[in-house]
């Protein structure tokens, strides 16, 4: 069973800093890429913010670059989402996602997903 199990949200001050986890079982690990996308309530999905392709070369959107680093740990295996200078509006649901498509994570339709883990920040 393939499964993507996210961890590490919660409440932190504006300035701030988190760390995210994302948990893969089920499916060959070093063939994937792997994204990290967020959801406000009542708006659509934004992202990906950072992807990890299977050659580890990574790509940062403009909204989080220099704030967020993306990073894998095939031992594990993990991805990392590295989250600093935190901002109010940074606040959202984060979501980790895998295919083997960089094509089909950046047009939102990843083969997996996983449950979404809530990142508040305060002023």
């Known amino acids: 069973e393939v499964q993507l199990v996210e961890s590490g949200g919660g409440l932190v001050q504006a300035g701030g800093s988190l760390r995210l986890s994302c948990a893969a079982s089920?499916?060959?690990?070093?063939?994937?890429?792997f994204g990290w996308f967020r959801q406000v309530p009542g708006k659509e999905r934004e992202g990906p913010l950072c992807?990890?392709?299977?050659?580890?070369?990574?790509y940062h959107g403009d909204s989080v670059m220099g704030r967020f680093a993306i990073s894998r740990d095939s031992r594990k295996p993990i991805v990392y989402l590295q989250m600093d200078s935190l901002k109010p509006e940074d606040t959202a649901v984060y979501y980790c996602a895998a295919d083997l498509s960089t094509e089909n994570l950046f047009q939102i339709i990843p083969s997996y997903w996983g449950q979404g883990t809530q990142v508040t920040v305060s002023s």
């Open positions: 089920g499916f060959s690990f070093d063939d994937y890429v």
């Open positions: 992807v990890s392709r299977s050659d580890h070369s990574t």
